[in-house]
């Protein structure tokens, strides 16, 4: 395996929506999809797409959504050894409604997700042994999580932490143990407290976070592109302009290319140019794992950029 990605599933619900309906309002909306989401199955598929050989450690209900989401992890040849079923429990579910602006609004019920628990780390172990990055983010219980970067240490396995949702709670000891933090704007103001406006206010509250012991900060700021930040340097990396029809899962494309490219090639400036691309692609189809791009896709999207 190149890439082991430890984490969340989630069945979205997507209604495309005029305009959010008030307290007690009733609204009819454009239309309504259902797709596989969750931003541990959206990295692993990002990745896998780019072509890596991706594993997949997570839970899934035992309801109708169960072996959908399976077959839809295993269609991307994403090895499911270490997915597995929660007997009595909802697979986790994500109500999501998008404006015609594009900008969206999200509810998570984490359902099975939140069984995902540290012994379920030791038991994929040697298999988690045998790759070459671990993806962590925050949609699965902080001891799981936790754990996972205890086991990237112990392993010499490089480590990408996705602090979304973004957690109060997140103990910074652990952060530092990561090889990469990346943080969206929103999470990045959540976590130091600090205003993110603007581009020199993103850059003081991720040295906010350098100062503490974390290595890389790569901030993903939407529109307005990628910020990297260590205790060297600082690096600016714009966005592509692209007709935006739905932002869903755009910062999971982002980390699940980037994973992939690290591996390959292990240059991180490379990587981060590459995974802004593939998230601009992204954000032009509806939909969250189905707008993401394969590798004919993104090669013929930078051609055009020549």
Known sequence: MDIAVIGSNMVDLISYIDQMPKEGETLEAPSFEIGCGGKGANQAVAAAKMGSKVMMLTKVGDDLFAD???????????????????????????PIFVDPQSRNRILIIKGANEYLVPEDIDNAGEKLKKCSLIILQLEIPLPAVYRAIDFGKEN????ILNPAPASKELNFDYVCKCDFFIPNETELEILTQMPVETDQQVQEAALTLIEQGVKNVIVTLGSRGVMWV????????????????????AGDSFIGCFAHYFVKNGDI????????????????????????PDQDQLKGFFEKQV
């Open 230 to 249: 260590t205790k060297e340097k600082v690096e600016r990396i714009d966005a592509y302009e692209v007709a935006a029809i739905d932002t869903t899962g």
């Open 68 to 94: 959908n989401t399976i077959s839809n992890l295993e269609r991307y040849g994403i090895d499911t050894e270490f997915t597995s079923k929660i007997p009595g429990t909802s697979s986790g579910v994500a």
């Open 269 to 292: 400036l490379h990587a981060i140019k590459m995974a802004t691309g593939f998230s601009a692609l992204s954000v032009t189809k509806r939909g969250t794992q189905s707008s993401y």
């Open 156 to 159: 010499n396995i490089p480590v």
